[in-house]
């Protein structure tokens, strides 16, 4: 199953037999607001803080996608997650309220596929029948622990990013109908010394990079082998700079294939700087519009590659670099 340095492929090959997608009020005037299930229509999904309407996010996610498969929570052996926020709390209290036996994990906006490529790993294995999994941010509540609180109305540099209020979650089982995971690569830690959190995208890119050139290599294949390469949240300047590192390195990408899901989910007009970002960036972006287009059959193969700042405001503050990481995962129906 292990496949060159850091690869796994699955050959069971694990079903998403269903997903959940859910945004907020902004996300319903984006470009892929007829693929979540459910939108909210204002910040505070009748919670008395943004980080509990964080909660709910993920909450309604999970239940979707288990509703959907007519899968009671009670036949899921495992629930994998993970946010923003500090300690993961908004995903660990969706856990107490699912009561699903839970590992959180921390891979800032890369958690999705962190997830997915966890899950993809216990079903092959037969270490699980159900595995949930899902990954949820909230503009309001993440902004005021990276950046500045929506109320002070800081100006942002245009290579800022727009957080994505949002939870995705998918259910993999080892049978069913559905898109299938057949590979994850898991990427490291790469660094370039970059201090600026307003610049996500261009802190991120070489990770991504990085994974995706290993992923490659690891399985013999070029990237033509893809309908579409898609990064979590490179945004406007990640992506070009992903571009031009691929150049530099001979690796050989259609700019046309290269997509990215924090330029999917918003329209040009709503001003969001740069582009998207957050946990649940690729999340819903994967879950709703992309698995969409699997099940449609306007695409077969997908490589996802869910990007992610491993920085914390105490870091950002002394000064620290950013440490980025990659994590890919081929999807395929």
């Known amino acids: 199953m292990l496949t060159g340095q850091s690869t796994w492929t699955f050959d069971n090959k694990p079903v998403i037999i269903s997903t959940g997608a859910v945004g907020g009020p902004f996300e319903a005037n984006g470009n892929i607001k007829d693929d ?16 509990k309407a964080h909660k709910v996010l993920l909450e309604k996610a999970s239940q979707t996608a288990l509703d959907k498969a007519g899968v009671s929570k009670e036949d899921v052996q495992f629930f994998l997650g993970g946010d923003l926020i500090n300690q993961i709390t908004p995903t660990s209290f969706a856990a107490r309220t699912l009561g699903i036996p839970y590992f ?4 800032a906006c890369s958690t999705s596929m ?21 990954a949820s941010s909230h503009n309001a509540a993440v902004e005021k622990q990276f950046r500045y609180p929506t109320e002070y109305g800081a100006q942002k540099p245009p290579t800022s990013q727009w957080t994505v209020t949002g939870g995705g979650a998918a259910l993999l089982s080892q049978k069913g109908d559905g898109p299938k995971v057949t590979s994850a690569t898991i990427g490291k830690v790469v660094d370039q010394g970059l201090t600026d959190p307003m ?16 992923h490659l290599a690891d399985r013999g294949i ?10 979590g949240d490179l945004a406007h300047i990640g992506r070009d700079i992903a571009l031009g590192l691929f150049e530099k390195n001979g690796t050989n990408i259609d700019p046309n294939s290269f997509v990215d899901c924090g330029l999917t989910i918003y329209k040009e007009e709503q001003s969001v700087q740069a582009g ?23 695409l077969k193969k997908i490589l996802v590659v869910a990007t992610g700042a491993l920085l914390s405001p105490m870091s950002a503050q002394q000064k620290e670099s950013i440490p980025c990481i990659a994590h890919a995962v081929s999807i395929e129906h």
């Open 36 to 51: 979540f299930d459910y939108l909210y229509d204002d910040l505070w999904m009748n919670q008395d803080s943004f980080e």
């Open 104 to 107: 959180g994990l921390f891979g």
């Open 114 to 134: 962190e997830g997915l490529a966890l899950s993809a790993l216990m079903i092959n294995s037969q270490a699980a029948n159900y595995v949930l999994t899902g």
């Open 199 to 214: 610049n996500m995208g261009g802190a991120m890119a070489p990770a991504a990079v990085d994974t995706i050139e290993t």
């Open 222 to 231: 070029d990237a033509s082998y893809y309908d579409l390469i898609i990064t």
């Open 276 to 298: 998207g970002s957050g946990a649940a960036c690729s999340a819903v972006a994967t879950y709703g519009h992309f698995v969409n287009r699997l099940k449609d059959g306007d």
